[in-house]
């Protein structure tokens, strides 16, 4: 496989998606994110942003040297090579910031030859997140939303500057350092300095968790003013935790429209999740079975009966809003299928926007390609690629309303970054996990 679709193509990615019950709703998905948090991807903490900008960097200046890369393959190896040297200094001891911890445990030859390898670290980085906000905040010029188009901007150089300008490994900027890296250059990649840098865990410059809140609401545009207003929100919840979070209580700082699109986009994602574990009961049952199917012309398990009223539930309440602000209303269609009084109907529904993991073949449900056929532990579904490839997600003791977007809690955690106390939030969610890790 080539270096530059290393992160899209990858065989784990295919049997990622395979496995994620997507339902065809992945335009309707994103439209919730991004009427919550616009532009925002999937990103949680600072040194997502940075390393996706200083890999696009890299980049592009290798190739005004003549050498034929991509922005992807370069990203890429300095992603993992923030991620080795984090991993690396904590005795390789994870962290939610990184990725790779099992991958790269045993692998020590740090030259950009092995490191841009697809085998050396995982196949879903960070990067992949970054996409949305790189634009967002102005950080590259591009023409269109691919990642191999991004140009550095001049407001994602002074970024880099902002967040590096104390980091001289072997008496050079990181910008060069990378660079000779990237040539073949035999310089020193285990540094503190460069760790510093790149490492994910070690807390941005105050410079450049100055100039990274700026460019969040950079423009004047009603994206960036929303951003800007959901970053007042989430600092005044950080400063008053004690406050109850309620639909019938609007926040001054979010308008009318952007505090009913969250609702709405809840009421959502509520039903989303309820049809996922439906299916993912009716997944267990079959897997539990010697013949592997599950008739619909014989009466549903209770378990099965329990999940398909719950889901209608959930439909009814979305209805009941009476708004749906997607394109189409695909919305409210789905919570309508989802509301069909007839149990084996609401599950024909379903399975006809499944296919991988189940199939219906005739009367009877069957298992698909990425059918596992065990009982999965409780979790939240992923909601859209910008979730998918987390080996550990962001940490949430924040009592949001339930169903609420994702990138909320995401945007709390940002702003504790740049406000330089995120470390010390990660450290007491471990606490109060018990120190499980």
């Known amino acids: 496989?080539?270096?530059?679709?290393?992160?899209?193509?990858?065989?784990?990615?295919?049997?990622?998606?395979?496995?994620?019950?997507?339902?065809?709703?992945?335009?309707?998905?994103?439209?919730?994110?991004?009427?919550?948090?616009?532009?925002?991807?999937?990103?949680?903490?600072?040194?997502?942003?940075?390393?996706?900008?200083?890999?696009?960097?890299?980049?592009?200046?290798?190739?005004?040297?003549?050498?034929?890369?991509?922005?992807?393959?370069?990203?890429?190896?300095?992603?993992a090579i923030g991620c080795w040297l984090a991993l690396d200094h904590r005795n390789w001891a994870s962290d939610p910031r990184v990725r790779g911890a099992t991958k790269m445990r045993e692998k020590?030859?740090?030259?950009?030859?092995?490191?841009?390898?697809?085998?050396?670290?995982?196949?879903?980085?960070?990067?992949?997140?970054?996409?949305?906000?790189?634009?967002?905040?102005?950080?590259?010029?591009?023409?269109?939303?691919?990642?191999?188009?991004?140009?550095?901007?001049?407001?994602?150089?002074?970024?880099?500057d902002a967040v590096c300008h104390q980091s001289s490994p072997s008496n050079r900027s990181v910008l060069e350092h990378l660079f000779r890296w990237t040539c073949g250059d035999d310089v020193k990649m285990k540094t503190s300095k460069l760790r510093e840098a790149l490492s994910p865990i070690e807390t941005m410059s105050k410079s450049g968790r100055e100039f990274l809140r700026e460019r969040v609401a950079s423009s004047a545009d009603a994206d960036a003013r929303q951003r800007m207003n959901a970053l007042a929100w989430v600092e005044y919840i950080r400063a008053n935790p004690g406050k109850k979070i309620k639909w019938d209580r609007r926040p001054p700082m979010l308008d009318e429209a952007h505090w009913r699109n969250l609702h709405a986009g809840a009421l959502f994602f509520l039903t989303r999740d309820a049809a996922i574990r439906l299916l993912d009961q009716i997944e267990t049952q079959i897997g539990q079975r010697s013949d592997r199917r599950m008739p619909l012309d014989k009466p549903l398990q209770p378990a099965i009966v329990a999940r398909c009223r719950e889901l209608r539930q959930f439909a009814q309440a979305f209805i009941d809003?009476?708004?749906?602000?997607?394109?189409?209303?695909?919305?409210?269609?789905?919570?309508?299928?989802?509301?069909?009084?007839?149990?084996?109907?609401?599950?024909?529904?379903?399975?006809?926007?499944?296919?991988?993991?189940?199939?219906?073949?005739?009367?009877?449900?069957?298992?698909?390609?990425?059918?596992?056929?065990?009982?999965?532990?409780?979790?939240?579904?992923?909601?859209?690629?910008?979730?998918?490839?987390?080996?550990?997600?962001?940490?949430?003791?924040?009592?949001?309303?339930?169903?609420?977007?994702?990138?909320?809690?995401?945007?709390?955690?940002?702003?504790?970054?740049?406000?330089?106390?995120l470390d010390e939030w990660l450290q007491q969610s471990l606490e109060d996990r018990g120190g499980r890790t």
């Open 1 to 79: 496989m080539g270096n530059s679709t290393w992160g899209l193509l990858g065989p784990e990615r295919i049997a990622s998606e395979r496995r994620t019950r997507t339902l065809g709703l992945g335009a309707t998905v994103r439209t919730f994110n991004d009427l919550a948090v616009p532009g925002f991807g999937g990103i949680w903490f600072g040194k997502q942003v940075f390393l996706a900008t200083l890999g696009v960097a890299v980049a592009e200046r290798l190739r005004n040297s003549d050498h034929r890369v991509t922005n992807i393959g370069v990203a890429n190896a300095v992603e």
């Open 108 to 160: 020590n030859d740090l030259s950009f030859a092995k490191v841009r390898k697809p085998n050396f670290y995982v196949t879903q980085p960070m990067r992949q997140a970054t996409i949305q906000p790189l634009r967002a905040f102005g950080l590259v010029d591009s023409i269109g939303e691919r990642f191999n188009g991004f140009t550095c901007s001049d407001a994602g150089m002074d970024f880099i």
């Open 321 to 421: 809003n009476s708004y749906d602000p997607t394109t189409n209303c695909e919305a409210i269609a789905f919570c309508r299928e989802c509301n069909d009084s007839s149990d084996v109907h609401l599950i024909e529904n379903l399975l006809s926007r499944e296919g991988r993991v189940l199939q219906q073949r005739s009367r009877d449900v069957v298992p698909g390609v990425a059918f596992r056929g065990i009982q999965m532990p409780e979790f939240e579904p992923a909601r859209s690629d910008e979730e998918s490839g987390a080996e550990t997600s962001p940490p949430n003791r924040i009592a949001w309303p339930p169903g609420i977007s994702h990138r909320v809690n995401n945007l709390f955690l940002f702003n504790l970054d740049l406000r330089g106390e």
